[in-house]
């Protein structure tokens, strides 16, 4: 198990144990585990008894529960108590906002045992007259509790990404002499996904080839398969003949928008029987068109036009913009992440570690600020040509105001306005705290825009459009926020940012060194929109996005 994997699990026991309405020293102990284990360098598989048990917030009895997880994959006390928990109870742990202390009220006063059942109670009006629960909060709630239901099968797409990969290669080495290929969503890299989507040419009968290929739950439906890996994650299989793969990967490759465009643009076209997809742009006459932009009609507009971008790609990317180090919450320190920066060969970070109102991130001070600036430029010295710019991931404030008075936010290279807190707001209240920030004439990006969370929160709304106007009319960035739970900005508004002359940002928003590998995420999700390099902020040099940010 990895150290997240058992942090993760020690939060869970404290969680579960909060619903049982255990001891909360005890509690508070397993969910400090948490927070110390998540932050550590080092695998615990790697280290001694006693040097776990040495650890922070360890000692003997949650050392010996490690131990446990290390050998056996499992903890007794956890299992104890899960055995005694409802299976939708604990469920409910998952859904945004909702607390063991509320859950543990549901279950107990209400006799609610599932989503279900709770779902039901609060369309009755049931919560209001409970303790802790309101009108509003039943309200919200309800919100959460229908996103929860409308996602819950679905998976981000950096969850599946490998075991996509790993999956190609086990059903190659079943299938020696097929072609196969992914498709659908994952094929087009959508930010979530409901299954791994794979072709393979052969009509052939696949059960035996599945089965030898590590897949379960094996079922045979008209034209495709479904199963399942050995961890879960659901597979579904289309197959055709060797000599329409082409053909096939195209259609299956396509949301059901882009090839109802696609017929309704080219009536009648034949494309049937082909060999190799690059066949059927030919027979349309068109240039071919990356899967990633196969969503939408409008790609094939600029198809016909022959106007097509040349899409982004993670080797364009030249800086680490939007990353946290120790000074703030980031795992490692500002040394260890400039230095890893560089080595992956970037030519440039930017430190943006939280502001003062971010208390529970450890935000900076204004003292401490100045200290963190004259830290980089010491490293800038001692680093150069790499370049390493003074930053700040600000808060934007209630009143849409930035977080340090003028003359601290002068002093800064880069300043990317990000909400972080009283994220429930209408329209109106979070698009005009949102349009103060980008008039502020220091803002540089404007981060993550929505707040989103995918599949755990939809963020606040916004008008999207009168964002993008102001970001274009005060020379303001937007970030395409590159942690794979965020992929905020949506590309979907990428071709009216671009359109508007705004360019996008792809920030990792890494709090350690492996955070900064986020990127691939980002630019995965820019090419959707049609993101070229030469509208990619952190794709320009040093000196050009300093030129920007400075304006």
Not at 13 to 33: C, D, F, T, V, W
Not at 125 to 141: P, V, W
Not at 235 to 257: E, N, Q
Not at 293 to 322: C, S, Y
Request: hydrophobic share 40%; charged share 25%; with cysteine.
């Amino acid at each position: 198990m990895t150290n997240k994997e058992i942090a993760k699990t020690f939060q869970l026991l404290g969680n579960i144990m909060e619903l049982h309405g255990e001891n909360p020293y005890k509690i508070r102990s397993y969910q400090n585990a948490y927070i110390n284990l998540r932050k550590l360098d080092r695998p615990l598989s790697e280290m001694s008894d006693e040097e776990i048990e040495s650890l922070k917030g360890v000692g003997k009895a949650i050392s010996g529960k490690i131990r446990e997880l290390l050998d056996n994959g499992k903890m007794a006390t956890l299992e104890k108590y899960r055995e005694q928990t409802p299976e939708g109870v604990e469920e409910m742990l998952h859904i945004k906002g909702f607390g063991p202390k509320k859950i543990r009220v549901i279950w107990k006063e209400l006799g609610a045992e599932t989503i279900g059942e709770l779902l039901y109670a609060v369309n009755e009006n049931r919560l209001i007259e409970l303790k802790g629960f309101g009108k509003k909060t039943q309200d919200q709630l309800k919100e959460q509790l229908e996103y929860y239901q409308r996602t819950k099968h679905q998976f981000h797409f950096a969850a599946l990404e490998a075991a996509g990969r790993e999956l190609i290669t086990d059903l190659q080495a079943a299938f020696p002499d097929t072609r196969l290929e992914t498709c659908g969503a994952t094929r087009r890299h959508a930010n979530v996904l409901d299954a791994i989507n794979i072709l393979i040419g052969t009509e052939t009968d696949l059960t035996e080839g599945l089965k030898s290929a590590g897949l379960e739950a094996i079922r045979q439906d008209a034209g495709h398969y479904t199963a399942t890996t050995a961890a879960g994650i659901p597979v579904r299989i289309f197959t055709c003949a060797p000599a329409a793969f082409g053909s096939k990967l195209f259609r299956y490759t396509a949301s059901d928008d882009f090839l109802q465009a696609f017929v309704e643009a080219f009536p009648g076209l034949d494309f049937k029987g082909l060999a190799e997809e690059t066949a059927v742009f030919e027979r349309a006459g068109i240039p071919y068109i990356q899967p990633e932009l196969r969503e939408q009609g409008w790609a094939l507009e600029l198809a016909k036009t022959n106007e097509l971008p040349v899409l982004v790609e993670e080797q364009d990317i030249k800086g680490v913009v939007h990353s946290h180090t120790k000074w703030s919450d980031g795992l490692h320190t500002l040394r260890e992440m400039v230095e890893y920066a560089r080595d992956q060969g970037y030519d440039y970070i930017a430190i943006t570690d939280h502001s003062k109102a971010a208390f529970y991130a450890n935000g900076l001070q204004p003292e401490r600020v100045l200290a963190q600036m004259a830290e980089i430029d010491a490293l800038n010295q001692e680093m150069a040509p790499f370049r390493i710019f003074k930053g700040i991931e600000s808060d934007i404030l209630n009143d849409g105001s930035l977080d340090y008075p003028e003359e601290i936010l002068q002093q800064f290279d880069v300043i990317i306005a990000s909400v972080h807190t009283n994220l429930r707001m209408d329209e109106d209240k979070a698009t005009q705290r949102l349009l103060t920030a980008i008039e502020n004439p220091y803002t540089s990006i404007l981060g993550h825009p929505t707040g989103r969370l995918l599949l755990s929160r939809k963020g606040y709304p916004i008008d999207h459009k009168a964002v993008i106007d102001a970001c274009a009319a005060n020379g303001v960035a937007i970030e395409l926020n590159a942690n794979p739970y965020r992929l905020d900005l949506d590309w979907t508004w990428i071709p009216y940012a671009l359109e508007k002359g705004v360019p996008i940002s792809i920030n990792p928003d890494a709090h350690s060194r492996e955070g900064i590998h986020d990127i691939h995420y980002g630019v995965l999700s820019a090419r959707k929109g049609g993101l070229t390099a030469a509208q990619c902020l952190n794709a320009r040099s040093a000196e050009d996005f300093l030129a920007y940010c400075k304006k």
